[in-house]
């Protein structure tokens, strides 16, 4: 039976006869093992950092070590009655983490670096205190993940949805008032002016900090699990609904006293006060779980910040050994981290050589175009190295086409290539059909030319589009396979530049889609010989 060091002291009162303490070696380790990976992953902690401080919806993160630390502070009196065992299950933990590690910095893919610290963290106090005292830390060393960015990809996917999401329900509100209003994608027509939900308004500024918050509130709410994992998840559809009320607050002002209402300083003001209401209708849902059930509590009870019971000066103080697992962990976890860190080759990114798109020929096989041009703010939200648009058309009145390649030096840090899957709704068309299509005949390096085919519909206007993503000599259709070639030409060719290439042509009420097919596939042939110094292999 474990020993636990607790004395029954006078009629329900319980003080501890002595505590446990750590010795000196064990923090001293515990520190060097730490201090040795934000060496070893100083690039990819220091963008975590940056982001922090930088991107809005990660502002929270560097706060949750702070908060993590208090919470293990709070419970430093339970913590000092358990005797710290080890587990050599913290061994294994610290080596998954150091594989993520490795990885992460072999492909130069920061977010699989950031996740494999938090994972030799978890490996490192579990091999130090065991299972016992691990079952206090755990929830404390959980929040730290609402510190990491989430992988890109994710982020771009989930900002596209709810920029949608958050569309429709402010239209729904600014027609509550009696206002005039057309909305198309992610674009609020009010007559006058035309307020686009764009990245900054697509909710997941609230959405991951009002997340971590929930998860903090869940910690301390004294009732029941259920209730607990309830408070936590309603912090979703709460900021859905309140980026929503935004945007349509944000719509109706603007109609009432001009575009100023959804700019600068009153735009960022109107966000911090959102958030502040989520959060104090997040405390208010707690109350209320708490009055529900079988077990109510009074509501003085149901949040606590409980601090540590003070020692008594008559505690003894027992010092216990290093556990072997911690110190066989601590030393790997430094060693391995060192070693990788100083010998690992130079991993500056390889970019090809390549001809800036502003050289690009708009005259061939028959095809003159036109160029134009995306407004800046999309520019900063694509995240762009170099790119091209133009419209172009064929001497033999063939249906017009519409060409648009992003092109990516790197797409390590934060920046690739949007899906037009998840894009195109937010222009305000519908996509009624997607397929795979090869192009017989036409090849990208030793590859057949595989594209996306894609019907789109917007009220009567109808349009065919080809897109794909071609990446260091692939052509690749799937966006998730083309994660995937991202993370494996990183670790074995160190490059992760890449293009996405899309053609789209109308498909008027005269015309058919056979048309617009033969069209686009004209353009791809004429096309594809001279993207060959733009988009290199």
Same mark, same amino acid.
């Given at each position: 039976m474990m020993e636990t060091g607790i004395e029954e002291r006078g009629a329900g009162f319980r003080m501890p006869a002595f505590v446990y303490t750590v010795p000196p070696l064990a923090w001293a380790l515990l520190i060097a093992a730490v201090v040795a990976c934000i060496f070893a992953m100083s690039d990819a902690l220091g963008q975590m950092w940056r982001w922090w401080f930088d991107r809005p919806e990660y502002s929270h993160g560097s706060l949750m070590p702070l908060i993590a630390a208090f919470l293990i502070w709070q419970r430093r009196d339970e913590l000092m009655q358990v005797r710290f065992t080890g587990a050599w299950s913290g061994l294994v933990v610290a080596l998954a983490g150091l594989c993520v590690y490795f990885l992460g910095e072999l492909a130069t893919v920061y977010t699989l670096t950031q996740y494999g610290f938090v994972i030799i963290l978890f490996g490192l106090v579990l091999s130090l205190v065991g299972y016992e005292a691990f079952k206090l830390l755990f929830v404390p060393l959980l929040i730290l993940l609402f510190m990491l960015p989430l992988p890109n990809f994710i982020y771009n996917n989930l900002s596209a949805e709810l920029q949608l999401i958050s569309s429709q329900l402010g239209v729904a509100l600014i027609r509550l008032f009696d206002i005039s209003v057309f909305l198309q994608g992610n674009v609020i027509d009010l007559g006058i002016y035309q307020l686009e939900v764009a990245e900054a308004c697509n909710g997941l500024r609230y959405l991951f900090p009002l997340m971590a918050f929930a998860f903090v509130v869940a910690y301390f709410f004294k009732?029941?699990?259920w209730k607990?994992?309830?408070i936590f998840i309603a912090a979703i559809p709460l900021t859905i609904l309140m980026n929503g009320l935004r945007v349509g607050l944000i719509g109706v002002m603007v109609d009432r006293w001009g575009i100023q209402m959804a700019e600068g300083?009153?735009?960022?003001?109107q966000g911090w006060i959102m958030f502040m209401i989520s959060a104090l209708i997040l405390v208010?849902?707690? $109350?209320?779980l708490g009055k529900i059930g079988s077990e109510k509590l009074p509501s003085r009870e149901l949040f606590g910040v409980a601090?540590?019971?003070?020692?008594?000066?008559?505690?003894?103080?027992r010092s216990t050994s290093t556990p072997a697992s911690f110190v066989v962990t601590g030393a790997l976890v430094i060693v391995l981290a060192l070693s990788f860190a100083m010998t690992i080759p130079n991993r500056d990114e390889a970019i090809p050589e390549r001809s800036d798109f502003a050289m690009m020929d708009l005259t061939v096989d028959g095809w003159s175009g036109r160029r134009s041009q995306i407004e800046q703010v999309y520019i900063d939200a694509l995240k762009v190295d170099d790119y091209f648009m133009?419209? $172009?058309?064929?001497a033999d009145e063939r249906a017009p086409v519409n060409f648009y390649v992003a092109w990516y030096d790197s797409q390590r840090a934060g920046q690739s290539a949007h899906s037009p899957r998840s894009c195109i709704p937010g222009g305000g068309w519908e996509i009624s059909s997607i397929d795979e299509h090869v192009l017989d005949g036409l090849e990208v390096g030793d590859d057949p030319l595989k594209v996306n085919r894609v019907v789109v519909e917007l009220g009567n206007d109808r349009m065919l589009v080809y897109y794909w993503f071609q990446q260091r000599g692939r052509v690749i259709t799937n966006e998730y396979l083309a994660k995937w070639y991202l993370f494996w030409d990183s670790l074995t060719r160190n490059r992760t530049d890449g293009a996405l290439i899309r053609f789209v042509a109308p498909m008027p009420s005269d015309s058919s889609e056979e048309e617009a097919d033969e069209a686009l596939r004209s353009f791809a042939a004429s096309m594809l010989p001279n993207?060959?110094?733009?988009?290199?292999n």
């Open positions: 009732g029941a699990l607990r994992i309830l300083f009153v735009h960022d003001f208010g849902f707690m $109350f209320l601090l540590p019971e003070p020692l008594g000066k008559d505690v003894e103080r133009g419209d $172009f058309v064929h993207l060959e110094e733009f988009v290199p």
